[in-house]
Every structure is written in structure tokens, then in C-alpha cells.
């Protein structure tokens, strides 16, 4: 099943539980859907990459949101973000804990034969490519130096 009957299913199911958290969340997911979908060089539909791409910028767009508004002491308004961010985070894989990004990422490092920090950006290509949706970009980033720094 595509994320958008998914969600379009989950939707429904949200409106009859009368489930307002959920149902802003999936509005928003919808909606960002739709502008793929639609946008200028568009075909119409979208891939499951691109899926996971667009989900995993709305997660870091809300998890962005709540810490400014925690830092401005709007608990309020920090607390619908975090409910947001935790209804699609279940649409995105499973992420990965630090020992398995860890284990990813060495696994990477030895099979590009990277050996120095000065190979930070084609370990990242190639690791950002590999864990997209797995792990957030900055996590990645952070294995990485660690253990080309460290070889």
C-alpha cells in the first residue's frame, strides 16, 4: 500500500475517532503529498525515496519547531509539535539505535576503503544515500567524523 492511501485510510480513521493531534498531523502529510505530487516537473507520483525524504524533513521541520518554542517557554505550543512529530514518525522506518548507525557507517567506511578524515564527504555521500530515513542527517554526520577520525 502507497503512504498515501495510507494515510488517506488513516485520515478517515481519525476523523471518525475524533482525533484532532492525528488528524492535524496527517492533514499535514497529505498536503505535502499533493505539492509533490503537483509540483512543476512532476509526474504525478511520488517514490517511495522521495516518501521517506519529504517525511523526514516535516520530522526535523517539528522537532526544529519544538525546541524554539521550549526555548520561548511555550510548553503550548512545543507540546502539539512533539505530537505531531511522534504520528509521523511512525510513517518513517524504524531508526536505527547508535550502535547499529555505527555498525552502518563502519561497514560503509571499509567497503569505500576510506582511511582519513580528508574522505569525510564520500562517506557521507554514500552513508546519507544508505540511511536515509534511518537516521537523521546530523547523527550520521557525527558517526562519520568519529570514526574517520579515529582510523
Not at 517511495?48 to 521550549?70: G, N
Amino acid at each position: 500500500m502507497s503512504l498515501k492511501s495510507k494515510i488517506e485510510n488513516d485520515l478517515k480513521e481519525a476523523m471518525r475517532a475524533k482525533d484532532k493531534d492525528r488528524l492535524r498531523a496527517l492533514r499535514a502529510i497529505k498536503s505535502l503529498i499533493l505539492l509533490e505530487e503537483t509540483k512543476e516537473g512532476g509526474t504525478g507520483h511520488i517514490s517511495e525515496e522521495e516518501e521517506i525524504k519529504m517525511l523526514s524533513k516535516a520530522v526535523k521541520q517539528r522537532r526544529d519547531s519544538a525546541e524554539i518554542y521550549q526555548a520561548q517557554n511555550r510548553e503550548d505550543l512545543a507540546q502539539v509539535e512533539l505530537a505531531e512529530l511522534a504520528i509521523i514518525e511512525a510513517y518513517l522506518p524504524r531508526q536505527l539505535s547508535e550502535a547499529e548507525l555505527e555498525s552502518e557507517v563502519r561497514a560503509i567506511v571499509a567497503a569505500l576503503g576510506a582511511s582519513s578524515p580528508a574522505e569525510m564527504g564520500k562517506v557521507m555521500g554514500v552513508a546519507s544515500k544508505q540511511l536515509a530515513g534511518q537516521a537523521e542527517g546530523k547523527a550520521i554526520s557525527a558517526m562519520v567524523k568519529t570514526i574517520l577520525s579515529n582510523l
